[in-house]
């Protein structure tokens, strides 16, 4: 195939500090097609929160790379994630996109589910074998992996997949940092923003971890904070890249403004000094004031290969997305809050997650034409081949605003992609 036999897909010569990427990456359908197969299929992929399930009985359905996933909590509490397909005969079953349910019934021959996936009754029973209830080909099917971390829950199509947690590897501690807000657990705030860019998604990867874009491609929101926040400046500091392993990245850096999360700016009003120096004490007492202060003090946006984004700017966003095409994706996007804040801290949050993250808020919108314009600019990708995400290589400790990160995710998709092949019998005996 193609994918596999064409001009290669990154050019790398650290000795040069060279760094490219073939925009065929991003245009090529057999590429689309092996990502699928390679990527998609092999991965840990995000499906949703614990706190999206609070009760027994509670569903969403949801699409996971192009299956259709019926994620339950069921009455014995236990979350499940199971291939939303009835054994009988195919069907959907689950037609709803959330609600709470004692049982599933399949609408074309009535067979009844409980949200374990355990089959619990059939029209016409009578005419079946008396075991048939007990044949675990007669229950819906699990996905073949599902784990979670600190409420996250991934799934994996792939059943050999190594632990989630050491697929994790060096993200968990940022999932801790950012799950360690509070000592009263953190939520998914109900609702969610679901949209589409035509653009590949490994673009969204890349700008989602992309600190050198803000200040142009943003510039008309940075000049309205500048006019309407009295200490923009507040908590400004320089920042790092990290390549974690694995094809996870994270920039972590001071925040330029005050965020929901312990850090004051005299524009919000005692209402805000009140709750902002409660929190900022809490996170004292719980762990001392080195961790409170990385917690309240600094911006994360962390990446989880190959397509979860945790955003812990001034609002905390996941944000998955998924290829629909080569040059389309559709995403998904959640509040994430601590249990405990104030209605005045929620309110704040909740502002920020749609005027600088949502889609039609400041700052989404931008970064969206950003992509769909790359894309446009691939068409002449047969003639211009490379992207070049060479900046700051070479450094020891590269800044946030430098491309570490990118290089990080492409490292790793290119390791799954096209993986060393293994080599024949005719060249071994050469
Ligand atoms: Fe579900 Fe027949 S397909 S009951
Ligand atoms: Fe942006």
């Known amino acids: 195939m193609s994918a596999d036999n064409a001009e290669p897909a990154l050019l790398v010569d650290p000795a040069q500090r060279i760094f490219k990427v073939a925009r065929r990456n991003f245009v090529d359908r057999e590429i689309f097609e092996a990502e699928k197969e390679r990527l998609f299929d092999r991965c840990w992929l995000y499906l949703g929160h614990s706190s999206e399930l609070p009760k027994p ?3 969403i359905t949801r699409s996971v ?3 259709n996933i019926l994620f339950a909590r069921d009455s014995k509490q236990r979350l499940r994630a199971l291939l939303n397909t009835c054994p009988h005969r195919g069907a959907q079953v689950c037609r709803e996109r959330k609600g709470n349910a004692k049982s599933f019934q399949c609408f074309y021959h009535g067979w009844t589910f409980s949200a374990d996936g355990k089959l619990r009754g059939q029209p016409g029973e009578d005419s079946y074998p008396e075991d048939f209830k007990a044949r675990s080909t007669s ?10 971390y600190r409420d996250f829950n991934f799934i994996s199509f792939d059943p050999d997949i190594v632990p989630l947690e050491q697929y994790l590897g060096n993200a968990k501690e940022y999932l801790d940092v950012i799950c360690d807000q509070t000592g009263a657990g953190m939520s998914i705030v109900a609702g969610s923003q679901e949209y589409s860019i035509r653009a590949n998604w490994k673009l969204l990867t890349e700008n989602s971890i992309d600190g050198y874009h803000a200040v142009t491609t943003h510039a ?3 000049d309205i904070l500048m006019n309407t926040t009295d200490n923009m400046s507040a908590g400004t500091g320089g920042g790092f890249g990290y390549d974690l392993g694995g094809g996870h990245a994270v920039l972590e850096y001071g925040a330029p403004w005050g965020r929901p999360v312990a850090q004051w700016i005299p524009g919000w009003g005692e209402a805000g000094k009140t709750e902002i120096a409660r929190q900022y004490d809490n996170l004292v007492a719980l762990y001392g004031k080195e961790r409170a ?8 946006n962390l990446f989880i290969f190959p397509n979860l984004v945790v955003n812990d700017i001034m609002a905390l966003t996941v944000r998955t997305y998924f290829p629909m095409a080569p040059d389309y994706m559709v995403i998904n996007a959640w509040a994430l809050a601590p249990n405990d804040e104030t209605a005045w801290a929620r309110k704040y949050r909740l502002n920020n997650f749609l005027e600088f993250l949502g889609p039609g808020g400041f700052a989404t919108p931008d970064d969206a034409e950003a992509l769909e314009h790359c894309q446009r600019g691939f068409k002449n990708s047969k003639e211009a081949l490379w992207n070049d995400i060479s900046k700051g290589m070479g450094k020891d ?5 430098d491309e570490l990160q990118m290089r990080a995710f492409w490292t790793q998709w290119n390791r799954l992609m096209f993986p060393t092949p293994v080599p ?3 060249d071994v005996a050469a």
């Not at 229950?139 to 979670?148: G, L």
């Not at 202060?293 to 994360?300: M, P, Q, V």
């Not at 400790?397 to 605003?401: A, I």
């Open 57 to 59: 009985g509670d569903f």
């Open 424 to 426: 024949s019998i005719k």
């Open 293 to 300: 202060d990385r917690i309240a003090l600094k911006n994360r």
């Open 139 to 148: 229950n819906m099917q699990p996905v073949p992996r599902y784990e979670s």
């Open 65 to 67: 790379a192009g299956r």
């Open 397 to 401: 400790k590269p800044s946030h605003n």
């Open 220 to 222: 008309s929101y940075f």
